[in-house]
């Protein structure tokens, strides 16, 4: 049987893609970025997918074509790499179409580039003498931590820049772990990524309240006043807790769900595809329950994290995680036993090599089931009777690291048809050195030397909706007081429910005071009993928008960040909130805002829905030195979808390994 459309690339498909990329260059210099299946139009997609659903899918059927899309750098004879894009049919293995990205954007970063930067940083002539401007004790040995350079400055050139951000590692433990981030150094070494040299060092100043913003005002011995802070288990001072017992997750019969065909998954009444990709890690396609469709993709599409320092060079502290160096070419390799735990499938991922050959990447996503509680629960206290069942959950699960932090991605669903996406932030704060004795504005002093400034983690899920087919409305419900009058509301009581359709593609943002719902409706399908359009809906999270000034690099590259709710028209390859090409943007090009300025009719029609939320992380002492999980969750739940609850059949079993603990007390007395 030929591969699903939705399948991601194999090993030998990405080869396929990158021996046509090499023929269609003779004699040229290539330098790979990333090979990832480049999803079939949507028109396409949908007549295979009727033919899947009703059975009548055969190996003769129509099928769209296996594209790979193929990112690229060619070298020219003056070194400057020029950016391309091509598509490949891995089937023919042959190029089918192909162009020049404009000089204007820049393809995301690659591991190798990391390479790179600390390379030249430890070769350069300008590095080694701003080290030499500093006293470091014996046994410290400097690191640097890769960053993008965020929006370009006015006095740049349009070329492509790489920064590093610098720390000093005690290397007296022998212990490769130890936490290089207690040691934060005053250098930011800049490299222009053409010539592969570093064109500058930039020396931010180190002061606190009132040193002004371009002070410099360190002392050479800049870690002096820093404190080690370990976080792995054999350099903790007084070691890990002694008085916790083990708590396991058991499945004797195995788990509930199956997986077929490599990504169809199949779990109680739910049943859709997990795809993966570079950019956005793991993706969620083709979703179903009880026989009717749900979702047609869902996705994180965006994430960005500014920062909130106003002294230069911080300023230019701003990444996309997902579009500056893709959320997937981060994913962890997933261990058994801790990222997930129960009867665990893991699903493997493919990326590259520099050269473009495949690479594979295991356990990229874990798929588990879990329990989160009281799934629903009712005493009758005339009979004393309670019947309660679990809300079991199955999740698809992805992590990232990214520097110094992680994010851990989830989408989970439930028995009782819903659908919930989290993100939790972890890891390292990203940290610079302050002076000692002193405190910041922008910023907290976590550590000694260590200020943590203040920032946000601004994420964007992606949601095209197919709520029993494929042309939805949106409607925005409120509810809302009504004063007291005569006629209608004599005691005050009452509250009217408002409902409005968006008719055009626009944006807006969460409002508890009004309990403001987004509601994704099929118009032409009404609940019997309600009669009420069927629907999915949510409650948008009522978190900080961006903080940066409207007319900010900051604020014009993020467009996407500064509202909650955005409602669009579908169209092929529109995926990304933040636009396709986020490194070292000044503007928000082909993301979201973008796509609202059009206009499109977002009223019956195939529509997409983006949902922005997120952090503002003012760090706490408690952050550091590292920091417990910050989570968030998009609840996306049936609204007379079904004719009651659809997890009534859920049993209401009691566990077999619960049993009740004995007290200390209670042991003493049998003695």
């Known amino acids: 049987m030929p591969a ?28 790979f970025r990333q090979i990832f299946l480049n999803e079939p139009p949507k028109s396409q997609l949908r007549e295979f997918l009727a033919l899947e659903h009703s059975g009548r899918l055969s190996p003769t059927s129509p099928r769209p074509a296996r594209l ?77 931590e890769p960053w993008p350079y965020g929006g370009l400055d006015a006095a740049d050139e349009n070329r492509r820049y790489f920064q590093g951000l ?80 083990p708590l396991d997750v058991v499945q004797p019969e195995g788990p509930s769900f199956r997986v077929t065909n490599d990504s169809l998954v199949e779990w109680q009444k739910w049943r859709f595809r997990v795809g993966f990709n570079p950019r956005e890690g793991a993706t969620i396609h083709d979703v179903w329950y009880d026989g009717r469709s749900v979702m047609h993709r869902l996705s994180i599409s965006e994430m960005t994290v500014p920062y909130a320092d106003p002294r230069p060079p911080f300023h230019r502290k701003q990444a996309f995680d997902f579009g500056d160096g893709g959320g997937g070419n981060m994913a962890n390799n997933l261990s058994l036993g801790c990222d997930c735990l129960g009867v665990i499938k893991y699903f493997d ?35 004393g009777r309670a019947v309660v069942t679990r809300n079991r959950e199955l999740v698809v699960q992805f992590i990232i690291t990214l520097a110094n932090y992680e994010y851990v991605f989830a989408y989970k669903f439930d028995q009782s048809g819903g659908i919930t996406v989290e993100t939790r932030a972890t890891g390292i704060l990203n940290v610079v050195n302050i002076d000692a004795g002193k405190v910041s504005d922008y910023g907290t002093v976590v550590s000694g030397g260590v200020l943590a400034q203040n920032h ?53 943002d969460a409002a508890p005071e009004l309990n403001r719902t987004i509601k994704m409706v099929n118009p032409h399908k009404t609940n019997p009993i309600s009669k009420n359009p069927v629907s999915y809906k949510f409650t948008p999270l009522a978190t900080q928008t961006l903080l940066a000034d ?8 993020a467009q996407f960040a500064q509202h909650h709710v955005w409602v669009t028209q ?49 760090p706490r002492v408690e952050d550091w030195p590292v920091m417990p999980v910050e989570t968030y969750q998009l609840m996306i739940r049936p609204s007379d979808f079904f004719t009651a609850n659809p997890s009534l059949d859920v049993p209401s079993n009691k566990n077999g390994s619960s049993r009740l603990a004995e007290s200390e007390c209670c042991r003493k007395s049998h003695i």
């Open 166 to 245: 610098c720390f000093a590692q005690d290397k007296r433990s022998g212990n490769p772990d130890a936490n290089f981030y207690s040691y934060p150094l005053p250098l930011i070494p800049v490299m222009d990524a053409h010539t592969q040299k570093i064109i500058r060092v930039d020396r931010p100043a180190t002061g606190g309240k009132g040193d002004g913003l371009t002070a410099q005002t360190f002392n050479r011995d800049i870690i002096g006043h820093c404190t080690s802070s370990d976080y792995i288990p054999e350099l903790l001072p007084e070691g890990t807790r002694k008085d916790l017992k």
């Open 550 to 557: 409207p007319e900010s690099v900051q604020a014009r590259r």
């Open 570 to 618: 579908h169209r092929d390859g529109e995926l990304y909130a933040g636009g396709r090409y986020t490194l070292q943007s000044q503007q928000e090009i082909d993301g979201v805002s973008d796509a609202v300025k059009r206009g499109d009719s977002v009223d019956d029609t195939d529509v997409v829905v983006w949902h922005s939320f997120g952090i503002t992380h003012n």
């Open 4 to 31: 699903h459309p939705l399948s991601i690339l194999t090993e030998e498909e990405t080869n396929i893609a990158r021996d046509a990329v090499i023929a269609a260059h003779p004699d040229t210099v290539i330098d």
């Open 349 to 383: 991922a493919v990326t590259i090599e520099p050269n473009g050959k495949a690479k594979r990447l295991p356990n990229a996503i874990c798929l588990h089931e879990q329990d989160n509680g009281i799934g629903w629960k009712h005493s009758n206290w005339r009979t």
């Open 68 to 144: 790979a899309l193929c990112q690229y750098d060619v070298i020219g004879a003056d070194r400057i790499p020029s950016f391309h894009e091509a598509l490949v049919d891995v089937a023919l293995g042959k190029r089918v179409k192909h162009q020049v990205v404009g000089k204007e954007h820049h393809a995301s970063l690659t591991t190798s580039e990391f390479d790179v930067l600390l390379k030249q940083c430890f070769a350069s002539p300008l590095f080694q003498q701003a080290l030499s401007d500093l006293k470091l004790p014996e046994g410290f040995e400097v690191v640097i």
């Open 456 to 508: 946000q983690h601004i994420f964007c899920v992606r949601i095209d909706p197919a709520i029993d087919g494929f042309d939805n409305s949106v409607v925005v419900e409120e509810s809302h007081r009504v004063p007291m009058n005569a006629a209608t509301n004599p005691n005050g009581n009452l509250y009217q429910v408002t409902k409005r359709t968006m008719e055009r593609a626009g944006w807006l």
